[in-house]
C-alpha cells in the first residue's frame, strides 16, 4: 500500500483528475465537468471521495456517505469503489476500504454496507476476502429514463 498515498478530495480540480477512474465503474457519466458537479451535490448530503494516488495520478476511488436507517442502525454505506486495472492485486482495494470501515468506526457507525452486482463474481470474492458478507438483495426499479 506505500505506493498509494489516500486522500479526500474536495476541490473540483482533484474531482475532475478522478474521473476517468471513476468512468471505469459508471460509464454513464457524461463527462469531468458533470462529474464534478455531481459529486458537489451529493456531497451536500454527505458524500464524500477517497482517492487513492499514484504520484499524481488516481489510481482509486471510494465513494461513501454516513446514514442512518431503522435495518442497520447508523451505518458506513459505500457508494462506489473502484481501482483501476493496473492498481488491482497492488493492496490499493483493500486499502481503500481498511480507511473507510475505520471512518466508520471513528463515526459511530454499527455497520459497513455495500451493494455489487449479482454478476460481479470477483468483485464479491474481493469483498468476501475483505470480511463483508452478502446479506440480502437489492431490488430497484427505474422510474424514468435517464439522459
Known amino acids: 500500500m506505500s505506493q498509494f498515498q ?3 478530495i474536495d476541490s473540483d480540480e482533484d474531482c475532475q483528475a478522478c474521473f476517468s477512474v471513476m468512468h471505469e465503474l459508471r460509464p454513464h457519466l457524461a463527462d469531468a465537468a458533470a462529474f ?11 458524500y464524500r471521495l477517497l482517492a487513492g494516488w499514484q504520484g499524481d495520478q488516481v489510481k482509486g476511488l471510494a465513494g461513501y456517505r454516513i446514514q442512518e ?31 473507510v470501515r475505520e471512518e466508520a468506526r471513528q463515526q459511530g457507525c454499527a455497520n459497513f454496507v ?20 452478502a446479506v440480502g438483495m437489492h431490488f430497484r426499479q427505474a422510474l424514468q429514463a435517464t439522459a
Open 6 to 8: 489516500l486522500r479526500l
Open 36 to 46: 464534478a458537479a455531481q459529486v458537489r451535490r451529493q456531497a451536500a448530503q454527505g
Open 69 to 99: 436507517n431503522l435495518i442497520y442502525g447508523r451505518f458506513l454505506y459505500v457508494d462506489d469503489l473502484v481501482a483501476t486495472a493496473e492498481a488491482r492485486r497492488c493492496g490499493l482495494g483493500a486499502a481503500l476500504i481498511d480507511a
Open 114 to 133: 455495500l451493494d455489487t452486482g449479482l454478476a460481479n463474481a470477483l468483485g464479491q470474492r474481493f469483498y468476501f476476502r475483505q470480511g463483508l458478507l
